[in-house]
Every structure is written in C-alpha cells, then in structure tokens.
C-alpha cells in the first residue's frame, strides 16, 4: 500500500484523518529523528514512515491511506544521556500524548524498561523492541452527531455532586442490560439516569475516565488499577469503560453518555489528573512521554535532571512550567469541553499544577492562562486544593474562578459529630459556607465543595462501623492508606446484630448527610453513601475492581430507608433557595428596618453570646436561617422570598431540651426533620411547643409557614 509522505501541518498536534490520509504532528525539543509507525489488528508493525518535517519543534507528515481506525505509535531517536535527563530510546514504542483513543493493555514482562533491568541501572540503555508490550494509539473519526445536545449550565450554587466510578456505579446493577454493565453506555442507560433523577443530584463527578494503566506490581497481585489515578493518555476516553468497541468507538460511546445525561438535566464533571502520568520515576517504564522529550515533560532534580521531583508521591511531577507541557494539558481540556461537551473538571492535586519553581503560586502561569481562556474559564472549575509537597496544602488560597474540596469541611463535620470538644465556631463556619477561606478574596460560598467522605477514605457506612482500616486484600499487610479517624467509636466494628448500635449508626449516617445537604456551599455526595454502601473497612480501594467497590443493589429496609431520606434532603435544598445561597450572610435594610440574614442561639432560645462560641463543652447550637433575605431576584426582577429554616444541632451523647427562638415576620415553625427518627424522618408533630427536645447526636430541622 502507498505510504506516500507529504509535508502535511504542524497543528493541530496529534493524529488528524483528512482527505488525502492522516496528518501527524508531535513536538520534541531534543530528538533527532522521529518516525510514525502503524500496527496490525494482531499487534504486528506493518510499516514505519520517518517524519522529517520539523517546525517549531513539532515534527509532522501527512502519510496517505491511512484512515480511523488505524493503530500507530511513535519512535523517537536523540541521545541517551540520563544523567542529562535525556532518555531517547528508538527500540520503544511511545504512546501519542495527543491520541484520541487507546488500544490494548501494558505488557509488563514485555521489555517497556528503557534501560536494563536486570542490573538494575538506569543509566544503561536497553535496545529491545517493546512494541509488543505497549499500547497503540487509534485514528478516530471525530464525527458526532451533537445537533439536539443541551448542556444543562446549572449555576455551581445551585449544584449537588454525586461523586461516582464509572465501573462500579452499574456493574452489578441487575437492571442494567448484562453487556452494558460497567460502562459509559451503562451509566447512560434508562435505569441509571432514572435513579440518578430521582435521588435528585445535578452533575456526577466521574473518577478518572482519561486512559489509564495498571501497575505491575498490582496484576503480579491479581489486582489492578480502579481508580483510575495512572494516566496514560489525557486525550482518550479509558477503553475499559466501552461496552461497543476500543479503536474509536470508546469515544462515540463517551459521548452517547454526555448526551444522554445532558438530556436528563445532568452535568458532567471529569476527575483528571494532570499532575503526573503513569511512567513513574527514572526506574519506571517508557510508553510515551518520558520518551518523547523527557526533560520538556517533567521536572527534574535542579542540578541532577537523572532523578525526577515528585510532588504527587507517583514518581514524577509534569512539568506545567514548559509551554508545551501547558499547552498539552490546555488542549486536553478544551478537548473534553468543545468535541466531548464535559461541564466542568476536579483537579486531581491541583497544587501541583500551580507550582513555580517550588512552591504554590496564585500568579502562576496555570491559573493564568486558565483565566484567559473563554472555554475553560466558563466551565466548572473544581481543586483538590493540596498535594505532597511542601506548603501543597492550600485549602482556601485559590484564584476566584476557582471551587475546591474543603478539606476542612470534611475534618471539622466529622469531630464535631464524633463529640470532639471546642469546634462551635468551626463547625458554624463550614455550615454557612466556610466565609473564613473565601470571602476575603472575592469568591462567594459555592467555592466551597463540602464533604463528608469522597472515593479515598472510608464510605459513610465504614466511617460509623469501624474503629480502624482493613485494607488487608490490598496486599500491603494493612500498611497502606491513611489512618482514617472513624466518626464515632461505636465498640462493635462491622455488620452487627445490635440493633442498637445498628440504630445508632444510621442515626450518625443520616446526621452527617443531613450536615452536607443542608450547608451552605456545595454538597458532593460519594456515590453509595445514600444507600450505606460498604467496603468492609477498606479506606484505600484503589486496586479493588471488584465486588468489594461495585455498588450492591440489593437494598435492605435500611439501605432503602436512608436512600429515600437522602433523595428527600437533596430535593428540600433544591427546593429552597434559601438552603443554597449564593452570598455570604450578611444584614441588611429592608423596608427601611435593619433584617438579619442569620442568627444563632443557645438552647435557651437566647442569641449566643461571643465567649460561648469558645466554650469547650458546647455541642449544641441552634441556627437560623431568614428567607426573607436572600438578595436575589427572579427572572422579572422581583425579590425572592422563601421559607425560613431553623436548624437544632446536638452532638452530645444525650439529648437536650431547646427553647425555640420566634420565627422572623410573626410565622410560626413547622418541623421538617427529625434524624432521630428512624422510621420517617420527616414526619411533622401536629403539635409543637415553645419547647422541643433534640435527642443525643441529632438534628432536627424546622421551617416557618403562614399563620
């Protein structure tokens, strides 16, 4: 077949299929040669074609008769220099950092190393062909039909997140067609956009769907990688999550799911993980990158570029300071927004990202060209605000664009429900959208992204049944993963027989999701939390892709029973504006009287006094919350008014009698909520007194009506 060379383009980088064949372009500062080479269905080299073209670093050709669907991959000549970090190796194949889609699985008895394994020695360069081992790159057809595509725009302040796993959320789902499960097509299927309605959230945040590998060490275990956090290629959908097909059809499918959820009124938030990529360290494999132009891709030691910095704990950091690396990562995002229709990203260690020379900057050339950009800057913009390194931890210290998982919501709703002493204030702040972090710096409370648990940790259910981790079947002797704190020492670990401690327990769940539900900010969901999901302890799941992570859809009474309160949480807020404000409180004049945005009391039904927000012993507060001053007006311009809402918090271990304060304009309260109350939660008293007792570790909720 003809393989006739043109000059072809140097943009768009990547694998472009037009008329006259496919126009390949890939950038490297330091190669002295590149070649294209393409693969049979069987794995076997069919040919390999020199790019000799070279414009600004970026070597292209246009080979003809070559279409979508055809594999290929890259071999890059230059020195092999490690010390320099330079480790050109034209014996391995390299992945295209701009592939739309990936075919097949890493090799690890397959010679990925680039040096010599069996010394050991990073600096001796090991000439066997890895081709075998390595994934390869496909030519896609990029055509879409988006035409009836409606991206729902849900303001961020008006959003709940259920955080999910592509996989696990449908795997074992009875009512999801057999060959469906466990794939995009399974989350975009009728019974899982059904439930996803009903339970009422707004946009599912999917953990890592970009390409990924699994490590070595984790098959020679019979594991493999579930989270997703081992990026091989930013711009493909993983293939694994494709039910039609892995040499193009993963992206249609991809986007058949974008388009079935947009048309539920769900968005579609991506996990990605820009930071690093699964190459490792200098003792790790070569599949792309590393390959590519080592020293452009990742930062190296200042003075010893053999050894790489590492500020993610994976290896490697990429290297955002390089124009071209910020490009890279800057294309893959307008990608997944413009051809992919993705409403929004959570930066997986978004510290990393916005390093200079070492520490944590706003001014960074990241955030900088993120705000610049009209694409990216008006999607969701979401941070896992810390990293490894030193000063990652910046909670709070993001640019205005920008929301982030509060890591101290998390830490403070958990004390305070275990019983932890002196967290009053703290624990008031992150109920009112954390004003303390964001205020100050011109964002508002939906910057703050509450929750109570997420992928990495224990599940809800785990939090209130075990004292401590039982990672044991991830094959580390229980070492890996953090040492959670459990939310309540209950005495028993595990499934128990108790029904009074099984009470207690989902006391404490309902507790914690009404906290969430009902905070100012954002609320994120982990996916299963609404029905008790379990994973027996284990804090760390990563390598679980399995039975142990898959949502178990056989609900009990119990499961069912939290599952309907936390739909019916989820669409109380969604309800009342006056639940999910879009500024911080403050008073205000109305009608020419000074009205209080929100107010706080003690048990006695008296305003807190200041020294009380700092009394240690205090576990019990009353908040309330005016809805007759939310400073937001309907589509004609008139004020919107809603519902008041006072809120009883108790986490002592007994219950304690509240005076209820007056509800504002002369209305009276009716009870909305009452967590102590397994059976319905949301029954109403027909009569409600002055006074009211909150049982031990409970909330209960009320709300103002006409007279």
């Known amino acids: 077949m003809d393989r006739t060379l043109l000059p072809g383009k140097p943009y768009p980088l990547g694998a472009t299929p037009t008329s006259k064949g496919t126009n390949f372009a890939i950038y490297s500062e330091n190669a002295t040669a590149v070649s294209v080479c393409f693969f049979d269905e069987n794995g076997r080299q069919t040919d390999c074609v020199s790019l000799h073209e070279r414009t600004a670093f970026i070597w292209h050709g246009l080979v003809r008769n070559i279409g979508p669907g055809q594999r290929y991959g890259y071999r890059v000549e230059g020195p092999w220099e490690p010390e320099n970090g330079l480790r050109f190796n034209p014996n391995k194949l390299l992945v295209d950092p701009y592939a739309k889609a990936i075919t097949g699985e890493v090799d690890w008895k397959a010679p990925i190393f680039p040096y010599d394994v069996t010394t050991g020695n990073d600096l001796t360069r090991d000439d066997r062909d890895s081709a075998a081992g390595v994934p390869k790159a496909v030519v896609i057809d990029a055509h879409f039909d988006w035409s009836d595509d409606c991206p729902p725009d849900i303001p961020l302040a008006d959003s709940v997140i259920y955080e999910m796993h592509v996989r696990g959320f449908s795997k074992l789902n009875p009512a999801v067609p057999k060959k469906l499960r466990g794939t995009y097509a399974g989350l975009a299927c009728a019974p899982s956009i059904e439930y996803l309605q009903k339970l009422g959230v707004t946009a599912v945040e999917l953990l890592p769907v970009h390409h990924f590998i699994d490590e070595g060490h984790l098959l020679d275990r019979g594991l493999r990688d579930y989270w997703g956090y081992n990026s091989l290629g930013y711009f493909a959908p993983m293939s694994r999550y494709s039910s039609s097909g892995d040499t193009g059809e993963q992206v249609r499918e991809f986007k058949k799911m974008v388009k079935a959820l947009h048309k539920a009124g769900i968005e579609v938030i991506l996990d990605v993980v820009y930071n690093h990529t699964c190459e490792g360290n200098r003792m790790g494999p070569m599949l792309s990158m590393k390959g590519i132009d080592n020293t452009t891709y990742y930062r190296q030691v200042p003075h010893d570029p053999r050894y790489y910095m590492d500020f993610t704990g994976t290896g490697n950091t990429l290297n955002v300071m390089h124009p071209q690396v910020l490009k890279l990562v800057m294309d893959s995002l307008r990608y997944w927004v413009t051809e992919m229709h993705v409403d929004g990203f959570r930066f997986d260690l978004a510290s990393t990202l916005a390093r200079e020379l070492h520490a944590v900057s706003k001014l960074s050339s990241f955030f900088d060209t993120i705000h610049q950009d009209p694409t990216i800057a008006d999607v969701k913009l979401i941070a896992e605000p810390w990293d490894v390194g030193e000063g990652g931890y910046q909670v709070g210290n993001f640019p205005v664009l920008w929301a982030e998982w509060n890591g101290r919501y998390r830490d403070t709703v958990r004390r305070f429900w275990k019983g932890d002493s002196g967290l009053l204030s703290d624990f008031a702040y992150r109920l009112t959208g954390s004003s303390d972090l964001y205020q100050m710096d011109g964002r508002k409370p939906y910057a703050s992204i509450n929750f109570v648990t997420a992928h990495d940790g224990f599940t809800l259910c785990d939090l209130v049944s075990y004292n401590e981790k039982h990672n044991e079947a991830n094959g580390e002797k229980n070492g890996d993963g953090a040492n959670d704190n459990n939310a309540w020492n209950m005495g028993a670990e595990g499934p128990t027989d108790d029904p009074a401690i099984n009470s207690l327990r989902e006391r404490q769940m309902r507790n914690f999701l009404a906290t969430l539900i009902l905070s100012q900010g954002v609320p994120m969901v982990c996916g299963g939390d609404e029905f008790a999901r379990t994973q027996n302890g284990n804090n760390n799941a990563y390598c679980q892709d399995n039975e142990l992570t898959w949502f178990d859809w056989k609900l009990t009474p119990a499961r069912q029973r939290l599952l309907e309160f936390t739909s019916k949480l989820i669409h109380l807020r969604l309800d009342h504006p006056n639940l999910h404000r ?12 000074l009205v209080r945005d929100i107010a706080w009391f003690n048990t006695d039904g008296n305003e807190l006094a200041d020294e009380s927000w700092n009394e240690n012993w205090a576990r019990a507060l009353a908040l309330m919350l005016n809805g ?25 271990a007994e219950g304690v009698e509240f005076t209820l304060p007056p509800a504002p304009a002369e209305r009276s309260w009716k009870q909305v909520l009452d967590t102590e109350n397994i059976e319905d939660p949301f029954a109403a008293p027909e009569i409600l007194g002055e006074k009211v007792i909150v049982g031990g570790r409970a909330m209960r909720v009320f709300c103002d009506r006409e007279p």
Do not use: C, M, Y
Request: glycine share 6%; net charge negative; proline share 3%.
């Open 582 to 593: 879009r500024k911080f409180f403050q008073d205000r004049v109305i009608h020419g009287s």
């Open 628 to 652: 007759r001053t939310l400073a937001i007006t309907d589509e004609d311009g008139h004020p919107i008014i809603d519902d008041s809402f006072l809120i009883l918090v108790n986490a002592a």
